[in-house]
């Protein structure tokens, strides 16, 4: 298996611009997470999937974060409008049905706003 | 307090010691997992456990379930162990996994 898969690795942009983040999670994974690391804050939880159902979504920052899952394979991060202080590096991470499976991690999205 | 903590936050080794990570939370979990973050950023799961002890190569992993804490060990460390190390404990299938700060390890030849 190719493992979690995001794209893209890496993104400059200016502030304003809307960003999409996009994962293709582990096949036969039912979980998908969306997670934020920044020096400040370490690893933080935004959102995660069960089924392709948001199941909570108490950490994403504000609503001008917004995730999509539209079918088990895909699930979207959205930002807009970006700002700098959303400079960040983002996982996604998926695992199988239940807490007792392991989290698999994507290779994360370097994000930077200028 | 946070509800996931680890200590220390810091570590400095020589190669060949003997490293304990510890992981102590105070929430009902029912599974905790061992992460490392290499320099270079990627995410790797080491260990999920929900009860005992797990070995995989030079790392030991052990949960006390009653006491909520956690143990990471790498016996005979080697410079390539230099890396972070985070707990995350997950409450139910369904729940947040809520992770440590971090134990940043560095292993000196």
């Known amino acids: 298996d190719a493992g979690v898969i995001q794209s893209p690795r890496h993104e400059v942009t200016e502030m304003g611009q809307e960003v999409t983040l996009r994962c293709k999670p582990i096949s036969g994974h039912n979980s998908l997470f969306w997670y934020r690391q920044t020096m400040m804050r370490g690893l933080e939880l935004l959102i995660y999937f069960n089924n392709n159902v948001p199941i909570d979504d108490s950490g994403m920052p504000e609503d001008r974060f917004s995730a999509k899952m539209p079918n088990a394979s895909f699930s979207t991060l959205k930002i807009q409008p970006s700002e700098p202080r959303d400079s960040a590096v983002y996982f996604c991470?998926?695992?199988?049905?239940?807490?007792?499976?392991?989290?698999?991690f994507g290779e994360g999205s370097w994000l930077t706003v200028v | 307090k946070n509800e996931v903590e680890q200590s220390p936050q810091n570590l400095t080794a020589q190669e060949g010691e003997f490293i304990t990570i510890n992981c102590s939370y105070s929430v009902g979990i029912s599974a905790l997992h061992w992460l490392q973050q290499h320099p270079g950023g990627g995410i790797v799961s080491l260990f999920m456990?929900?009860?005992g002890k797990k070995k995989h190569g030079r790392l030991i992993a052990t949960i006390n379930i009653q006491e909520k804490h956690s143990s990471l060990h790498i016996t005979a460390s080697h410079p390539r162990d230099s890396a972070v190390y985070i707990c995350?404990?997950?409450?139910?299938?369904?729940?947040?996994?809520?992770f440590g700060p971090g134990t940043s390890l560095s292993v000196i030849p």
């Open positions: 995350a404990a997950a409450k139910t299938s369904y729940d947040k996994v809520i």
């Open positions: 991470a998926s695992r199988g049905q239940g807490a007792g499976n392991t989290i698999y």
């Open positions: 456990l929900s009860s």
